[in-house]
């Protein structure tokens, strides 16, 4: 199947969380998709080296020095069966690890190994293709969100951060308001070079195959990157919407309103 262009209309909602006062302003076509991760069974890699790479082929750009502790200090606990690059990640002194590296305009990200990141094993390791993370994870009961960079287990949801002038209770006065937006890490999101990929799983029908929407089997990351108040509102307009779309698609060929958009890659399977 072609690519779906991603210029396509999208429909947001946006609420505030009552406990916190923060205000989500959220893609609701992305988040009630039917996207997930198919790394193994389907996906082509965004380099042309090839699927195997998935989208772990330019190593992974840090949030900020914290998030660079954290990966590093869980990087410690990966061991020779569960880490093919893991004598390369050592110098002389086999507790000092060297993980990263300065990537564009001089900003921290993980260090890349014959092209690929270097927590990315190969097809011919013991584990076969994937993330060092992941077969750790699989082996402690741990999960990406505590081992893996903020923008690993983050993909393909975008996080972002939004100012505008609110309203103030003081007369001829106003506010700044911040506001936090969940949408897809779209292509474009990644500026010119996401033009250059080879594949992108978002945008393809190959990846819109699952049973759950986006909202249901990203939750742990959506609280991580919310909260646990404002995941449960943001899941409660989600099913709302579905429910609508349902109810809908009862009346075919009549037009009613509202107009509900769907994730163009949803909707081809």
């Not at 006062?21 to 992305?30: N, Q, R, S």
């Not at 890699?45 to 190593?59: E, L, R, V």
């Not at 990087?75 to 690059?85: C, F, G, I, K, S």
């Not at 009613?256 to 399977?269: E, G, M």
């Amino acid at each position: 199947m072609p690519e779906i262009k991603g210029d396509f209309p999208r429909e947001w909602v946006e609420f505030k969380d009552l406990k916190s006062g923060i205000v989500y302003k959220c893609d609701l076509t992305w988040l009630t998709s039917n996207w997930k991760c198919i790394y193994g069974s389907g996906c082509q890699g965004i380099d042309t080296k090839g699927a195997n790479s998935g989208c772990c082929s330019d190593g992974a750009y840090y949030t900020d020095a914290a998030d660079e502790k954290r990966v590093k200090h869980f990087a410690t606990q990966l061991t020779e069966d569960l880490w093919q690059n893991f004598h390369y990640a050592r110098n002389e002194s086999s507790k000092n690890l060297n993980i990263s590296e300065y990537g564009l305009d001089n900003e921290r990200k993980t260090k890349k190994i014959n092209g690929n990141c270097i927590f990315l094993n190969q097809s011919d390791f013991a584990t076969g293709a994937g993330c060092a993370f992941h077969f750790l994870n699989q082996r402690t009961g741990m999960n990406s969100i505590q081992t893996k960079p903020d923008v690993c287990w983050q993909l393909p949801i975008r996080r972002t951060f939004e100012t505008r002038l609110g309203n103030s209770n003081r007369k001829n006065s106003q506010n700044i308001e911040d506001v936090v937006v969940i949408g897809e890490f779209s292509r474009s999101a990644w500026g010119e070079g996401g033009a250059d990929f080879n594949w992108y799983c978002t945008s393809n029908s190959e990846a819109h195959v699952a049973v759950e929407a986006v909202y249901q089997s990203c939750k742990a990351e959506l609280i991580a990157m919310m909260s646990e108040s404002a995941y449960e509102e943001l899941a409660r307009l989600c099913e709302i919407r579905i429910n609508q779309r349902k109810r809908r698609g009862l009346f075919a060929g009549r037009t009613l309103l509202p107009l509900f958009v769907k994730h163009p890659a949803s909707l081809i399977n």
